[in-house]
């Protein structure tokens, strides 16, 4: 399914704002070490459990049950500046890698033919409850893609999607730290399926808990 015009749109417009941050950033002021100010960068990596509804558009008579569950890896990568004491604004990207998810169908669970992932890219706040401390919120509003490892779509079902986090990070060095966040990932995403001539409509829900580590 390619890109529709508003999406095109809105990617540009979350490029812009990722540029933005990133010049920000690079001319805020330092206020000192082990202070949460100026460039952020995190890196985040851990394990996630997801589970997606699946349905069809039109929606067929009688339509079955269908969910697909697992467990798997997920990561971000974060880049911002500091744009009030305590708040960054930047452009990320986050995913998760199901390898061998589950399908349940009508009650009946079966292996699924490929691998499960999503990804979704776009705009972050970051707000640090004590700039000098470690307590943080996050969320992300973006683009969002998901593979659903079936051949007889071949093609990435496009959408929208959110992030919403919590973490804490411990300063191990005047500028970088490292801690953990948990986070949730809500994504709506729809796929052509051409055989039947209809979308196939995934509505994803992915909890992980990362080890971070962060650049600010």
């Known amino acids: 399914m390619s890109a529709n015009p508003m999406m095109r749109r809105s990617l540009s417009a979350l490029f812009t704002l990722g540029v933005l941050s990133v010049a920000a950033a690079a001319n805020a002021q330092d206020a000192g070490a082990r202070t949460h100010d100026g460039f952020h960068l995190s890196l985040g990596v851990g ?56 399908v349940d169908v009508d009650g009946t669970e079966t292996d699924a033919d490929g691998a499960f992932a999503g990804n979704l890219l776009g705009v972050y706040a970051d707000y640090y409850f004590d700039n000098h401390e470690g307590l943080h919120a996050l969320a992300l509003l973006g683009l969002a893609t998901l593979d659903d490892g079936d051949d007889r779509t071949d ?3 496009v959408g929208f999607g959110a992030a919403l986090g919590v973490g804490y990070e411990m300063w191990v060095a ?37 080890l971070t580590a962060t650049y600010h």
């Open 155 to 157: 093609k990435l079902a």
């Open 174 to 210: 005047d500028e970088w730290s490292i801690g953990a966040l948990g986070r949730v990932q809500f994504i709506s995403t729809a796929v052509e399926f051409e055989t039947i001539k209809a979308d196939i409509k995934y509505q994803t829900v992915a909890p992980a808990l990362l």
């Open 47 to 102: 394990a996630a459990y997801t589970t997606t509804s699946v349905s069809l558009d039109p929606e067929a008579a009688n339509p079955p049950d269908i969910s697909v569950t697992g467990f798997g890896v997920a990561g971000h990568l974060l880049i911002g500046g500091t744009v009030a004491p305590g708040l960054v604004i930047g452009g990320g990207n986050m995913g998760f890698h199901v390898f061998s998810p589950k």
